[in-house]
């Protein structure tokens, strides 16, 4: 299974980037082969719509869940369309949480935020 992080730099050691349309780029970790790459979002300094663009693009890459600390309506919306689940991460780094979703113990995101007026 492919999972997916906002990240800020392209690094396993990266901190989970706290916005999920506006993260530079994304860590794609595949559970089964245990292989790291990186993908950069292009969108994400577009003036609207950047999340609805990356959920767009993750689920095109196979990807089957998302863990984030927040995500808004409209990318959820994609997201849940293309049968993609968004998970809240827990305290610590990627691979902490990588683990964390392994051995299922992470929670579903619950809370969407609305688009803004950009």
Do not use: W
């Amino acid at each position: 299974m492919k999972i997916a992080f906002p990240i800020s730099e392209k690094s396993i050691d990266a901190d989970i980037n706290d916005s999920f349309g506006r993260a530079p780029y994304f860590l794609i970790y595949d559970t089964v082969l245990k292989e790291t790459r990186f993908l950069d979002h292009r969108a994400a300094a577009d003036l609207g719509a950047s999340g609805l663009r990356a959920a767009q693009v993750l689920a095109d890459n196979g990807i089957r869940a998302i863990i984030t600390p927040q995500c808004g309506e409209n990318a959820e919306k994609v997201l849940r369309y293309a049968e993609v689940l968004v998970y809240k991460p827990i305290p610590g780094s990627i691979l902490q949480n990588i683990e964390a979703f392994t051995d299922d113990k992470l929670s579903l995101l619950d809370e969407f935020k609305p688009r803004k007026n950009d």
